[in-house]
């Protein structure tokens, strides 16, 4: 019983450290500006 | 294709240069932006988790990667398709996930509402409960004794009702001859659902989803329908075995199997009458 409360904590955690990872990954794009075409045109190096 | 990944100066160090910039304007404001947003992407997970539209997620996932890739692989015609796809996401998502969203702003609703009730009415309603929680397990009883077959949906904070493709309004009060009454075998109504919402029977012989899960393989309709409840939306639903009278529990997803009353009893008040006192205080 303990260890699956335990599971359960750890797994909230858990998703909790990946949704704040999420949404400042969104900020920084949102903040710098970054549009699909920038990712797309930094993974292969294409330039206008 | 050894271009791939070969990052160019240019756009780099601009990027970078945007991000060391925004990195530079960092206020507390944008701490509690970031705070807020990951609450909304937690109570999102929790909405969605285990449930079909966790599937449809993956299905998404999967769109954007093949979109990404078509772009980056320069698989024009795939791009162009997918771009569309992408584009005109926004619509589909909110068709797709209408319940989820619906379920979410009920929630979100039904906590702000509940601040303003009055003592009285807090009373009542767990009062209501006990006495609804008593009839169910009654009758649930009796007809586990009697080998009776029965489904019974105990709606929570997602309704249910629309989302039914055919039933039979009752609208009465919880009463546990009426409940054992609705599933005798010979009568019109026994097949289907009872369902019980807002403390009164609101409906019966209502047509549930099956669940796709495999690990039901040897129970019958009644315990894939239950699960399947339990899949869309945070109801509570007990089925009794027309063939061996036991008695299961399913919710969010899972399934209890070899319940005993007592055991079904103090699930109900943990669940129901418990949760309307932490609700509501």
Known sequence: M???????????YLTLFVCLVASFLVWLVAGANIDVDTIGNLLTGYTK | MNFILSIDGGVFSSVWSSIINTFSRFEIRDAIDIVLLALVFFVAFSVIKGKKAGTIILGIAICVAIYFLSFIFELRALHSVFSVIIESGAIVLVVIFQPEIREALEKIGKGSLD?????GEREKGISNYATMIDSICYAVHMMSLENTGALIVIERNTKLLGSFTDYILIDSLVNEKLIRNLFVNKSPLHDGALLISEGRIAAAKCILPLTEKKELGDYGTRHKAALGVSEVSDAITIVVSEETGKIAITYDCE???DVTIEQLKTYLYEKLAKQEVKDKT
Request: hydrophobic share 45%; net charge positive; glycine share 16%.
């Open chain 1, 2 to 12: 303990n260890k699956k409360f335990l599971g359960i904590k750890l797994s909230v």
């Open chain 2, 115 to 119: 601040g303003i009730k009055g003592i």
């Open chain 2, 255 to 257: 399934i209890i199997h």
